[in-house]
């Protein structure tokens, strides 16, 4: 087993003068990670993050951390955060965000070749349920992988129980957090209650959803193959794209607008898509910086000036998890995020929307008041100067109905927008649409 995660390590190509970081939470899986960084004699910064979510078990989590840290000779770094952020959003999905970013700024500071983490077997399986369950394409089914050049996960290869195991044999502390058996959380409820049900239903199910990374990166091979041919690095031949059923049509398009830009919405390849029957000229703009053209016979990418306006089509699918405009981070929450940045009832909403730069006709019912304001005199009620004036959005339905505005993120107003109050939320909103300003 040790030799397993030694080879998974080699991944990394780390050398003795590499530095790594790694993630230890006091649980089992980290804590077992610790103990193999130490025995291997890598040199480590032990990172820990006290959420301070169950009181004086969380500190206890926290001094054993530090404690054995020390012990086994590595500096460690333990950070608190606030909760009251915590609380307003989705718990696991706001800490995970604030983990990741605390790593990757030490890692820069410390100029670490690596983020260790303690992702295991039975973690791979949730991810790919998730995935599953959330409606995300075959390639996606790769779920997490052991090195992706900036996280390496040497027990990914591992059972939970193998982990437990070395833990016995090696003598190693660690704590259990009992907020684990809870079901609150969907991999919670898939660990405790969803799991066991197949498992007694369809014993051996997890080794057929292992089997499915595989078969995820030979589509994707496969996919990389046939746009070979059709493709460069800033163009797609249209004759030869439109040869494919449609659904090999949106794999090429992602993978083909994916090498420049690092994610694509739902939305916006199915516009990407629709480009290819209208005429030439037309455009899909993903960002500030980048657009698809349609030419005679070629989608071309494009390079373009922020003063060209945005353009941006999200469907809800796209919001299972937060997608982000510059600094502003969009997202669907099921628990209410208090009045924090803009909140929107997305039931009230026709899906998908458009996030689009404000036109001259504009008009919008604002948060509050009964009748209708054109965009241009509500932006110079708030005294919003001339080339801010340019950079601010609108959120808006298909049929033109405008749902929110939202003003550059380096303006400062009080707030980050106003909403319609056709959306408000009320007592009876069960799905809110948040859009807040990342700090």
């Given amino acids: 087993m040790v030799e397993v995660w030694r080879k998974n390590l080699d991944k990394a190509q780390l050398t003795p003068q590499s530095k790594v970081i790694v993630g230890v939470s006091g649980g089992a899986d980290s804590m077992a990670l610790l103990y193999l960084v130490h025995s291997l004699k890598l040199d480590a910064l032990i990172v820990h993050i006290n959420y301070g979510k169950r009181g004086e078990e969380s500190d206890k989590d926290q001094e054993l951390v530090e404690g054995m840290s020390f012990e086994w000779g590595f500096e460690c770094v333990s950070l608190s955060l606030e909760m009251e952020e915590g609380a307003k959003r989705n718990f696991q999905d706001w800490a995970r965000t604030e983990r990741y970013r605390i790593f990757r700024e030490l890692k820069e500071v410390n100029d670490a070749a690596a983020i260790l983490v303690a992702h295991h077997q039975d973690d791979q399986v949730e991810t790919i349920l998730h995935r599953l369950f959330r409606g995300s394409g075959v390639v996606a089914w790769q779920g997490m992988k052991v090195w992706d050049g900036e996280l390496l996960r040497p027990f990914l290869n591992s059972t939970k129980q193998e982990i437990l195991d070395y833990c016995a044999q090696h003598c ?21 209650n969803f799991g066991p049900k197949l498992t007694q239903f369809f014993p051996g199910w997890e080794t057929n959803i292992l089997a499915l990374p595989k078969r995820a990166q030979i589509t994707e091979q496969a996919i990389e193959a046939l746009l070979g041919p059709i493709s460069n690095e800033d163009s797609l031949e249209l004759e030869l794209l439109l ?77 299972n998890t937060p997608f982000k405009l510059k600094r502003h981070t969009f997202k669907i929450e099921t628990i209410d995020p208090g009045n924090v940045g803009l909140r929107m009832d997305a039931q009230t909403m026709e899906w998908p929307i458009t996030i689009r730069n404000w036109e001259n006709g ?38 033109g109905n405008i749902y929110a505005i939202i003003f550059p993120e380096n303006i400062d107003y009080n707030r980050i927008g106003t909403i319609s109050e056709n959306v408000r939320c009320t007592p009876q909103t069960k799905e809110y649409f948040t859009i807040n300003i990342e700090q």
Avoid: W
């Fill in 172 to 192: 190693i502390p660690f704590r259990i957090d009992a907020s684990n058996l809870e079901s609150d959380y969907a991999r919670n409820f898939i660990r405790n």
């Fill in 243 to 319: 040869t494919y059923p449609i659904e090999l049509q949106l794999a090429l398009l992602k993978l083909f607008v994916e090498r420049r830009h690092t994610s694509i919405s739902k939305g916006q390849l199915e516009e990407l898509l629709n480009l290819t029957t209208l005429e030439v000229g037309k455009r899909v703009i993903l960002d500030d910086n980048l657009s698809v053209i349609k030419e005679r016979e070629q989608l071309v990418l494009s390079t373009q000036s922020s003063h060209s306006g945005t353009q941006l089509l999200l469907d809800k699918s796209d919001l």
């Fill in 362 to 399: 504009d008009k919008i019912k604002p948060f509050g008041m009964e009748g209708t304001q054109k965009i241009s005199d509500h932006l110079t009620n708030l005294k919003v100067s001339s080339i801010n004036k340019e950079k601010t959005l609108v959120l808006c339905a298909s049929d």
